[in-house]
């Protein structure tokens, strides 16, 4: 024992079997002391045998089995295509048969006309059916909310105008002119106010004329006014 002893346990290290740093201790003693315990020789022995010595004869080497490739049999070839056979197929037409008297061909053409004439018709109806409007009576030019009135009362005057403002008044029965007012017009042309029935000129009882005037434009309404307040 001696250097192989030391060569052994540098190829022990290299290959990284056993306790790398007891084996490195053991070279350390026996490099400088020479010694080396029993303990520790065994274990180098026994890591030598196991990983240093040669394999013995009878140790046979593992077999190769190699697995026959399989071998691909091409697909056979697609069959070659027979072209078919064309066959024109012969229509045969009827030869119209011819409508005896001329008289009775024209009555027929004249029916037939007459049909589609009339659904003609009625397809335009049902088309233009959606775009017929229902037209309703049109807003009075101007109104009060009530036939007549009493001293005291509110009354209501509305109405509609092509023009941004209106001049409204309203006469005795006499045709005297009792109350005045410039009213403006919305944006969608109706107007409205309200006025306070009785004070000066309402004395007379009677019928008596609510006037708007626009743009030379003049409409009227009338209602029953009694001088003396509702009870």
Same mark, same amino acid.
């Given at each position: ?5 030391? @060569? ?206 626009? @743009? ?16």
């Amino acid at each position: 024992m001696g250097q192989f002893f030391t @060569d052994d346990i540098d190829a022990l290290l290299k290959s990284g079997h056993g306790d790398y740093g007891r084996l490195s201790r053991i070279k350390a003693d026996f490099e400088t002391k020479k010694l080396v315990t029993i303990d520790d020789r065994r274990y180098v022995e026994g890591l030598i045998a196991r990983y240093l010595q040669p394999a013995t004869q009878d140790e046979k080497p593992e077999r190769i089995v190699k697995i026959p490739e399989k071998r691909i049999v091409p697909p056979p070839p697609p069959p070659v295509n027979v072209p078919e056979a064309k066959y024109q197929k012969v229509i045969v037409e009827k030869p119209i048969e011819r409508i005896a008297g001329g008289k009775k061909t024209k009555n027929i053409v004249i029916s037939v006309a007459s049909v589609v004439f009339a659904v003609l018709i009625i397809s335009v109806v049902a088309m233009n059916q959606d775009n017929i409007a229902i037209i309703g009576p049109s807003a009075k030019a101007i109104e009060t909310d009530q036939t007549s009135y009493a001293k005291g009362d509110i009354i209501s005057i509305s109405g509609n105008a092509e023009s941004t403002i209106t001049e409204l008044m309203i006469n005795d029965p006499d045709g005297q002119k009792v109350w005045t007012e410039i009213v403006k017009v919305k944006a969608d042309g109706k107007f409205s106010t309200l006025v306070i029935a009785g004070g000066n000129g309402w004395e007379k009882a009677g019928k008596y004329t609510v006037v708007s005037s626009a @743009d030379g434009k003049t409409e009227k309404t009338v209602f029953d006014f009694n001088p003396n307040e509702a009870p």
